[in-house]
């Protein structure tokens, strides 16, 4: 399986974000190029992959996850992640752990 795929997880109780906006940008292009725009469901995941397996291919990739729309007084409006694919046949989960204070990301499976 190719592609990219996300989830947001609120680190401060335990539990996936519902309704939070994300968004993927190749950023090979100036200005970037917004590839997909939706938000989370009820499991903190996206109803489709941010990227389809039949559209992977190698490059510099951005998520932006809107985590102000999800928490009150939050350290950050946006939180940005700028990743590489190096190779388009493999699978590039990029999840974010969050709560209104933090923020992290790593590649999962």
Known sequence: M???STHV?????????AG????????????????????TNGDGRTDAPMLPAAQARTGEFELRFWVADHFQ????????VRFTVADA???????????P???????GS
């Open 89 to 99: 046949a493999q699978h590039y989960h990029v999840p974010l752990l969050c709560s």
């Open 2 to 4: 190719a592609g990219i």
């Open 73 to 80: 007084d939050a350290f950050s409006d946006m939180v940005p």
């Open 20 to 39: 939070m906006r994300i968004e993927l940008f190749d950023m090979s292009t100036q200005p970037p190029k917004l590839i997909n725009r939706t938000q």
């Open 9 to 17: 997880l609120d680190v401060s109780v335990g539990k996936p974000v």
């Open 101 to 107: 204070w933090s923020f992290g990301t790593y590649r």
